[in-house]
């Protein structure tokens, strides 16, 4: 299991959790979560995605909702809500940003958390990524993963990525946002959130601007419950 994984399930200890995967993609996480007793449930605007989540060996038991984050809509209130994958980058700009923010804050329980990574923008990520080929692990096989940069500027990527399945290629095209700590906190508190620690990587370590690759906001409750949440327009959003 990769340190994200670990990282993320154990956010899930001290028994059953009502837990929202905002951007779930094939599942595998939720797929954790439900195989440890957790009411589950995983949202992402792919359908092909969901297909394939809901082939996991948990998959019949977890509710799969196929929206864009800020779009979800639900009774349930959840004790713990997360975005992995660094889909919160997908979120291109601030309406994006603070109507995701706002469905989270609107869906959170009383006492629950909210767990997202973003990447720490002082990285150079053009020279990381472009032509770069690695290997993912994916159901138990080893998965062959290929990006190309098509452009980046002003903290946006374009870039294509090529998922290497045995029985098939799968291609997406995305755009990342890159934002600092102090914009993405900046529009936390502008909705009522308020990180408590930002990790610097999967073992807790405090986030360093200067060596780390990950920004990990853990954002334990809404300050106050009784204001409200900025009016926003919704725009949709691709995940990867």
């Known amino acids: 299991m990769v340190a994200g994984s670990r990282f993320h399930l154990s956010l899930a200890h001290g028994g059953p959790k009502s837990i929202l995967d905002l951007g779930c993609g094939t599942g595998l996480i939720c797929d954790a979560y439900a195989a440890g007793g957790h009411d589950v449930t995983g949202a992402d605007p792919s359908a092909r995605m969901l297909e394939i989540a809901r082939r996991k060996p948990n998959g019949c038991s977890i509710e799969w909702v196929e929206c864009c984050s800020q779009d979800f809509r639900s009774e349930k209130r959840f004790d713990l809500i997360i975005m992995t994958g660094h889909a919160f980058q997908v979120l291109l700009d601030e309406n994006a940003i603070l109507a995701t923010l706002a469905v989270i804050r609107e869906h959170l329980a009383e006492g629950g958390r ?15 990524w472009d032509g770069g080929v690695f ?10 993963k290929t990006r190309d940069v098509v452009s980046y500027d002003e903290g946006r990527a374009h870039f294509e990525t090529r998922y290497h399945f045995p029985e098939e290629t799968l291609v997406s095209e ?17 909705s009522g959130l308020r990180a408590d620690a930002v990790y610097g990587d999967w073992d807790r370590q405090p986030f360093d601007e200067r060596n780390a690759e990950e920004m990990i906001f853990v954002v334990p409750r809404v300050v106050n419950s009784r204001s409200k949440a900025p009016t926003v327009k919704r725009r949709r959003a691709a995940r990867q």
């Open 174 to 190: 995305s755009e990342l946002l890159f934002l600092s700590r102090n914009d993405i906190e900046r529009h936390l508190e502008a």
């Open 114 to 128: 909210i767990v997202f990574e973003s990447r720490n923008p002082a990285i150079d990520w053009k020279a990381r």
């Open 135 to 144: 290997e993912v692990i994916h159901d138990g096989l080893v998965v062959r």
